[in-house]
């Protein structure tokens, strides 16, 4: 059974910094394309970042400039760097690994920007 675990998450004052990792138990993690989505209270869904899986990256036009979405393959984890934090960015942050039959859905991670 695939596992998808995210952690980094916790309180950050505005233009502070968090890590976000998330670690998955897939086979081939290379072939993956892995994202990373967050859901604010009473708000939809929304993709944050996703990276292919030969590297490609984009961006939600949000985050661009202050997000960084990385992955070491060596250790099935992909990354989130957030920097620069704004209020607007507290919300759960989920990894999604999107594979050619089905996604998989991490718990998620709690990230509160906050003074």
């Known amino acids: 059974q695939v596992q998808v675990v995210e952690s980094g998450g916790g309180l950050v004052q505005p233009g502070g910094s968090l890590r976000l990792s998330c670690a998955a138990s897939?086979?081939?993690?290379?072939?993956?394309?892995m994202n990373w989505y967050r859901q604010a209270p009473t708000k939809q869904r929304e993709l944050v970042a996703a990276i292919t899986s030969g590297g490609s990256t984009n961006y939600a036009d949000s985050v661009k400039g202050r997000f960084t979405i990385s992955r070491d393959n060596a250790k099935n984890t992909v990354y989130l760097q957030m920097n620069s934090l704004k209020p607007e960015d507290t919300a759960v942050y989920y990894c999604n690994v999107h594979g050619p039959l089905r996604d998989y859905w991490g718990q998620g991670t709690q990230v509160t920007v906050s003074s």
């Open positions: 897939v086979i081939f993690f290379s072939k993956y394309a």
